[in-house]
């Protein structure tokens, strides 16, 4: 089936600093959603993205949906610690149905 | 605030009692939810689409008469693991699209830790 190659796995970093993670796709998707899961949680949506070029906003938080439609990025400025969780991406296929396809995650972690 | 509700948020049953798990849309009507699956420090893993006033689609692997899944109204999905066992134990979570003009977004209930002893 299709899948997101999200990276980096893990990041392990110093409170105050910036934070980027991104997701890449071999095909071409409609939607990008990034969401954060804090442990025993459900997946907390962030940002939605849905035209190619979009870069939206969202506090400190900013992701753009890429001009190719095969990727997106997350970044995460003056990180605190309460960013602490593991940050998935996911999509809409093009042609697709409603059903989301995920990346495996970035597990972040931030030290005080 | 949440837009979906999943309850209850943890249950422990015991080895071949059955446990059923509701997901709520707030606000929406969902004539689509989906169940998800959750290892330990993995990703989800989607296991069937529910679909309001018809049979759910599963996905490969998962077994439709293990897990059972009715959507009896557009706000209301719910799943029963049947005959529960231990491997049963697991996170699972509950998605609802919320479509607007030109998008779509999915939103996720708090999901329900099941264990299985």
């Known amino acids: 089936g299709q899948q997101l190659n999200q990276s980096p796995q893990s990041m392990f970093i110093q409170e105050g600093e910036d934070v980027s993670m991104n997701c890449t796709s071999s095909?071409?998707?409609?939607?990008w959603l990034w969401y954060k899961q804090d442990p025993g949680e459900g997946p907390v949506l962030l940002i939605a993205?849905?035209?190619?070029?979009e870069l939206t906003s969202n506090g400190r938080l900013t992701a753009q949906f890429g001009i190719t439609r095969k990727d997106s990025f997350l970044n995460i400025s003056a990180s605190i610690p309460s960013d602490v969780g593991i940050y998935f991406c996911a999509g809409h296929p093009r042609g697709g149905s409603e059903k989301l396809v995920f990346g495996k995650g970035t597990k972040l972690t931030v030290n005080p | 605030g949440a837009v979906v509700s999943q309850h209850p948020s943890r249950v422990i049953c015991k080895s071949g009692t059955s446990v059923k798990i509701e997901c709520r849309s707030l606000?929406?009507?969902?004539?689509?939810m989906f169940w998800y699956r959750q290892f330990p420090k993995q990703s989800l893993m989607l296991m069937a689409t529910s679909n309001e006033g018809s049979k759910a689609t599963y996905e490969q692997g998962v077994e439709k008469d293990k897990f059972l899944i009715n959507h009896a109204s557009l706000t209301l999905s719910t799943l029963t693991v049947t005959s529960a066992h231990p491997e049963d134990s697991s996170f699972y979570i509950c998605?609802?699209?919320?479509?607007?003009?030109?998008?779509?977004?999915?939103?996720f209930g708090q999901g329900t830790r099941l264990t299985v002893v």
């Open positions: 606000d929406f009507q969902a004539t689509t």
């Open positions: 993205l849905y035209k190619a070029g």
């Open positions: 095909s071409i998707f409609n939607t």
């Open positions: 998605s609802a699209p919320r479509t607007g003009i030109g998008d779509t977004e999915a939103f």
